[in-house]
């Protein structure tokens, strides 16, 4: 967690002292001044938002077309082979990834949840969900 926390102060200070954010803070005649500060404006929001919310629990949904990967990338991000990948299109229905003393994998029609015993699948203190 300590981190993230660095990761993200360190993006944030970049994007804080960038030369064209100082550039923008003089009373230099820029065209379209206001538009560009908006953009600048947006990524440090985000950090902002990332930064308040750094112990929050975070939930991902991945979507895409066929056959685009989203079972190799959830595969890649959770380090287990979860989500079938084939040449052909395998997974058809959607899959929860969530933490679990012991693995586990209960299906039902539309949602596949497995549980596994992964330290960053757990839940923090600051969680306002819990697991069914």
């Known amino acids: 967690m300590e981190t993230s926390k660095k990761n993200i102060y360190e993006v944030k200070e ?5 030369p064209i954010r100082e550039r923008l803070t003089h009373e230099f005649v820029i065209p379209y001044k ?4 908006k953009q600048i404006e947006k990524p440090i929001k985000g950090i902002k938002l990332l930064e308040k919310n750094k112990d929050k629990q975070l ?3 991945i979507v895409g077309e066929v056959k685009c990967g989203k079972s190799s990338l959830v595969n890649a991000l959770i380090g287990n082979e979860v989500s079938e990948v084939d040449v052909l299109e395998a997974t058809s229905n959607i899959i929860e990834v969530v933490y679990g003393s012991d693995s586990y994998t209960k299906k039902n029609d539309y949602i596949t ?7 960053y699948l757990k839940k923090n203190k600051y969680s ?3 697991r069914s």
Not at 14 to 18: G, P, W
Not at 34 to 37: G, P
């Open 14 to 18: 970049m994007l804080l002292k960038s």
């Open 34 to 37: 206001d538009m560009i500060v």
């Open 113 to 119: 949840k497995i549980g596994l015993n992964i330290d």
């Open 59 to 61: 939930k991902m949904v």
């Open 128 to 130: 306002r969900y819990t």
